[in-house]
């Protein structure tokens, strides 16, 4: 029954149809498998979520341990569009209290960002919203909560000097690949100077998730996890409580006041006015409050204390004339000049008040004679026989005390002030073209001098030093360990510290009878200070004074600059005065001296009750 | 004829050894694309991979009582077990709930029925049973109109049932009838149709025309007695083949449904939509090319595990093999399918009855048009087709069908030698 099949030989085409569809097959899975790596990235953000864990920011803290800045746990709705599909949003809207166009704006912008990459949804949800959106949440795929921490500050004080922090910008997210849209970032103060240190390091924690976005565990078993480092603490040199002192004598009135401990360089208060609160620059409110501050006329932001770099110094500059006179020779503590109402040279006369005449250096610096440092002035310009080289020599003296420089503190901005140098009188007048009296008003602190109230505070410190100073600076210690750089480096002035002491005598003596500072002077602390009177002109003078305490073992330093206070001794005087107070006795006992300095109002002159 | 000692005497174990090896494997892998932490246990009968074990068990039960059977059964009994099948058939239009669109399982008791699947058996007997008759040429037209009728039929029912997919597998009885004498021709046409018909789809149809066309004058260029008459036949053709351009045009975008448009653009690259109609073929490329070498481990898919993958203990089984196993897995799979089509094959061409090589010609052919169909589709080869991988794909009926097919072929072989004692 059998028989022999014909086509028998068609076998092997079928065969052929087999293998080829198998090595067809074999092929393409070896380069699907094998060489095309693409697809195990596409496995890889297909199931793996990468979930930031957010160090907690350093904290601050003052000079005494009293609790500056810390954080408060704030909740971010987070989302990854490509996962985001068939939610509820009516529910969502609800919970979140949104509108629908809302939902649709957000949405897109988050989608316009990436479709893979989380980006904020909402802002720093509250605390209810968060609980209820915690419940749900499952529900919404593509949503979660990010814990994210928001900076609080105990008391309403510092903010220039503490700063702020705020969303990272474009121009950050380009520079540093740290951050990653809707970080935060230290925007000013010291939370920009010490952003590393603050920041910490962010941890990730690679979970997989299933198709519905549902956390599955984490991913070989936390091998690629990183753990959040917390930020570390900054102990600040600040005193908080002269610093609210500072900031409350100063209320009304614009200005700057810089208080230093000679010894150590460190910044005890830096008061920039008008302030603000602190806590205005933080969460959900802080743009609208920052365009506030920003449209305010009174450039709340604007670091006084720093930045102001136009003023002269005015009177206090004589205290660098007579050590410089001292140094190159041609003054000594018994010098004395005679004032007839002022310092006349020819034809040209530069006025003065009315005081005793003749003076030494003592009671010069006591009555802060004009006529005794235009001639102090002019023989040290005019001690070589050549203008522009006793110039030169007098700008070296005076930039070793710090001005005309940066000292490049750890706040981020800080403006050099200025100390003309020969080439710009050079340009000015032609090629040494010009003499010790072209340049005369600077003999009192005028003409083109700039200092920042900075600048004139370290000034003050290093004549209190008798000779040093340590560059000023506002972090003693991180994380308890002090710090030991360049703030911890003694600079020396040019002067010889003998020629100190008659000038410092001096100082002593404008707090008494007859000296500009008698009306502010304290009864048991020996202060040691100078006013000065920056000419303006555009409107009233500035008041400045400098001033240091005790005399002979000095433990503040400190420089009060007041816009249009007028005279060095009506406003700047007495707030320097009971700022050595506070510092010195934590106290003030001078209810005279200091109610009309809290009533003064410089801003709304019509409000104004002059001391 | 001597008393036969045992069931198993001629039996070739390489077929039931594969049968067994993909058949675990499948399990295995089943096992790995639902695990879950809740469920351990692969003897859980509450899961897939339990209710799997136990189709296993029954199939291997079925294959047992097929070995029982006399071998005469299945050559006698093929037209009513043709017959039954396509009344069955029938009786699915009528009672046959609706699941996601197709109308084609029988609740019995506890467990559905899904009778398309054993449809393909009921054909194959009939085929076999009508091509072996003495004195049936396959060139002649009847032989072939008679053939094409026991497929349409079985074809045309299922596909009322609205399961596109299982009617397909019947175009793979050509390859059947082709050993069996159908010109060659038949083939390439088909393919050439094929072709042809995925270029229609691909450009417009004036492009195609500049396509064909040149064709066409480059065919007449090349002969070398370039008659009116060559010239007329040539754009006859042409004119055929541009009616069918417009033909598949028309179908394309007036007969299939939105749904199938889109699969078959993802498919030929004209659409992108890795979220929607491509999500599956998309998700299942990349759990396939994740696996690596020497893929994730096993029950470390996470494309699978995670739910990424639709499907996934079905029609795209295939992922979990290439995500966790790697292209050692797919390698092996591969080579063991074909191992088993082409020792079918092989065995077919060793018999001497001829309902047996031909029965055996359409066994081979049904595994090997699910085994391109379905990996095709998982690696993006083919189009999104839901059928399911022999022995492998979760489901009873499937397994049931499978089993039947291979075992009846197994059985027929064996009793051949046993006829030569």
Known sequence: MSFQSKHTDRMYVVMGIVLLISLTFLGRLFYVQVIDKSYQLSADNNVLRYETEFPARGRIYDRDGRLLVYN?????????????????????????????????????????????????????????????????????????????????????????????????????????PYYKRGDYVGISGLEKSYETELRGQKGVKVIMVDVFNRPKGSYKEGKYDTVAVAGKTLHASIDAELQAYGELLMQNKTGGIVALEPSTGEILALVSAPSFDPNLLVGRVRSDNYRMLQADTLKPLFNRALMSEQNPPGSTFKLINALIGQQVGVLNENTTYRCPRGYVSGSFRMGCHDHRSPLNLRESIQHSCN??????????????????????????????????????????????????????????????????????????????????????????????????????HLVTAIDDEPIKNRFTEKQFTTIDPKYFEPVIDGMAMVFEQGGTGYRSRHDSIVMCGKTGTAQNPHGEDHSIFICFAPKDDPKIALAVFVENGGGGSKYAAPIASLMVEKYLTDTVARPNLEKPILEANLIDPSKNVAP | MREQRSIFDGIDWVMVGLFLILVFMGWINIYAAVFNEEHQSILDSTQRYGKQLFFIVFAIFVGLVIMLIDGKFFSTFALPIYGLTMLLLVVVLFTARDVAGARSWIDIGAFKLQPSEFAKYATSLALASYLSTINIRMDELKTKLVATLILVIPAGLILLQNDTGSMLVFGAFALVMYREGLSGNFLLFGLAMAVLFIFALLFTPLTMLIILGSIGLVVFLFQRRKTWKLGLSIGAVLMVLMGFVYSVDYIFNEVLEPHQQVRINVLLGKEDDPKGAGYNVNQSKIAIGSGGFTGKGFLKGTQTKYDFVPEQTTDFIFCTVGEEWGFLGTFVVITLFAALILRILFIAERQRSAFTRIYGYCVASIFLFHFMINIGMTIGLMPVIGIPLPFFSYGGSSLLGFTILLFTFIKLDGYRLQQLR
Not at chain 1, 114 to 134: G, N, V
Not at chain 1, 147 to 176: C, F, I, N
Not at chain 1, 371 to 393: C, S
Not at chain 1, 438 to 453: D, F, K, N, R
């Open chain 1, 72 to 176: 408060e746990a704030a909740y971010d709705l987070m989302i990854i569009p490509r996962q985001a599909t068939s939610i509820d949003t009516t529910e969502l809207c609800r919970i979140l209290n949104i509108s629908k166009e809302d939902f649709i704006r957000k949405m897109d912008k988050a989608k316009a960002y990436s479709w893979r990459k989380p980006t904020i949804f909402e802002k720093q949800i509250s605390t209810i919203t968060y609980a209820e959106l915690q419940e749900k949440l499952y529900r919404f795929s593509g949503f979660f909560v990010q814990k994210r921490t928001l900076r609080k500050y105990p008391e309403p004080v510092a903010a220039h000097l503490l700063g702020y922090v705020g969303e990272a910008s474009q121009t950050k997210l380009d520079e540093d």
């Open chain 1, 371 to 472: 006529a005794y440092y235009g001639n102090v002035f002019r023989n040290i310009i005019d001690h070589t026989g050549k203008p522009w080289e006793g110039f030169a020599i007098w700008r070296k003296h005076v930039v070793s005390f710090g001005l005309g420089t940066k000292f490049n503190t750890d706040l981020p901005i800080e403006y050099a002030g200025i100390v003309p140098t020969n080439e710009f009188y050079d340009k000015h007048y032609g090629k040494n073209h010009w003499k010790s009296l072209t340049i005369i008003s600077m003999a009192i602190g005028q003409g083109e001098l700039g200092t920042t109230p900075l600048q004139l505070a370290n000034m003050t410190a290093a004549i209190a030093n008798r000779g040093y100073y340590y560059p000023p």
